[in-house]
């Protein structure tokens, strides 16, 4: 094969979408989605739920939902959805936060967001900014300074929108991919759906990535890690302290700093005389981006070296920016 | 936008093994969390703005 033929191929490949590792966006397809939908009810401020790695945050007293769903019209088999009751001028952003590890080498850069998005009618109201910024220190998105902003007239019908922006030197530091704008009418319930989302370098939106479940999930587990067992999961032994159950625990993947822990489980069973217990506190020790050890507490007293286990055991871990 | 963050209580730790103060038991969200001592943490930041701002107490655990 020529060497003009070869690199013929090789942008017929790009034109296609097949050259891999193109997406910056972590679960731009919204296929993992590790935490639970959220409905809006009771929630107000910041939170993750639903698709991974993407943050909702709303300003005022409106309550906020934000969901996974199915749908082929974003690029796709799944979409995010973020819903928004009242009230009016309620400002919303759904973020997702690009760590300096990942974006550094693209400073400088010409850079290009695609995605699909609708949203309902809310009072005429049928835009939002699609905006990219960067964070005041490494990894630190206290404050953030706005790259560039873009607006998109979206209807209830999904459509694709393609947007290049260049990355100033302080995309180093990690860098916002926003969807903001604001909850215009005081009363009914506004849904914005969106999906596909694709940051890549050049001023070119390719064809969306797909990449496969497990390598998504991977991906993902470096900021978030949820498990969950059914029944009853053997963790440890019973320890010399024989009020205590004690086991370590190694995380999936590395993760991206040391994270938030919560543990929780139906009941401690003590196999060595068959009863069990319900802890009174379980807590985690010693974490690091590794692993953790976990402890769990409770009054009656065991027998040093005898297994334990936990029923229903829940981890999670949060180490999202 | 300001990223609000919903801790209503906050617990130090001590490492059995070392002696030395540990995670911090906080209740965020609802939900307790074991924080680890490390600024690159989000929720570890944001007990240490709210303690300097005067919002949040760290008990003795």
Redesign the interface.
């Known amino acids: 094969m020529s060497k003009a033929r070869g690199l013929a191929d090789l942008g017929n490949a790009y034109s296609d979408g097949a050259l891999s590792n193109r997406n910056m966006i972590i679960n731009g397809g919204m296929q993992v989605a590790q935490r639970s939908n959220r409905s809006p009810g009771g929630f107000s401020g910041s939170f993750y739920a639903g698709p991974d790695r993407w943050l909702v945050n709303r300003t005022g007293t409106g309550t906020t939902g934000f969901s996974q769903v199915s749908s082929t019209s974003y690029g796709g088999t799944k979409a995010a959805q973020a819903t928004f009751l009242a009230a009016a001028g309620e400002a919303y952003v759904v973020t997702q936060r690009i760590e300096d590890a990942n974006i550094a080498h693209l400073a400088g850069q010409q850079v290009t967001l695609s995605f699909w998005v609708s949203g309902s009618s809310d009072a005429g109201s049928a835009t939002l900014n699609a905006t990219l910024s960067y964070a005041s220190a490494p990894d630190d998105f206290t404050t953030e300074t706005t790259i560039s902003s873009s607006s998109v007239s979206y209807s209830g019908s999904a459509a694709y929108y393609t947007f290049t922006f260049t990355l100033p030197s302080g995309a180093a530091n990690g860098v916002g991919v926003k969807f903001e704008g604001a909850k215009t009418d005081a009363t009914g319930t506004f849904t914005l759906t969106f999906g596909g989302v694709q940051l890549e370098v050049g001023d070119t939106a390719t064809p969306f990535e797909h990449r496969s479940y497990g390598d998504e999930l991977a991906r993902c587990q470096r900021y978030y890690q949820h498990v969950q067992e059914g029944g009853f999961t053997r963790i440890g032994v019973v320890p010399a302290i024989t009020t205590n159950r004690e086991a370590p625990f190694k995380f999936t993947t590395e993760m991206r700093a040391s994270p938030s822990v919560s543990v929780s489980g139906g009941t401690a069973y003590f196999f060595a005389s068959g009863s069990n217990d319900t802890p009174s506190s379980s807590t985690a020790e010693g974490i690091t981006i590794h692993g953790f050890f976990q402890k769990s507490s409770g009054t009656p007293s065991r027998t040093a070296g005898g297994t334990v286990a936990m029923d229903n055991w829940l981890i999670t871990a949060d180490a999202e920016l | 936008?300001e990223?609000?963050?919903?801790i209503t209580s906050a617990t130090q730790?001590t490492?059995?093994?070392t002696g030395n103060p540990?995670?911090i038991?906080?209740t965020?969200?609802g939900?307790?969390?074991?924080?680890?001592l490390?600024p690159?943490?989000?929720?570890?930041?944001e007990i240490i703005?709210q303690v300097e701002a005067g919002e949040l107490t760290i008990q003795d655990g």
């Open positions: 936008m990223t609000k963050m919903n730790g490492d059995e093994l540990s995670s038991q906080a965020i969200d939900q307790l969390m074991s924080v680890p490390d690159s943490n989000r929720h570890y930041a703005r």
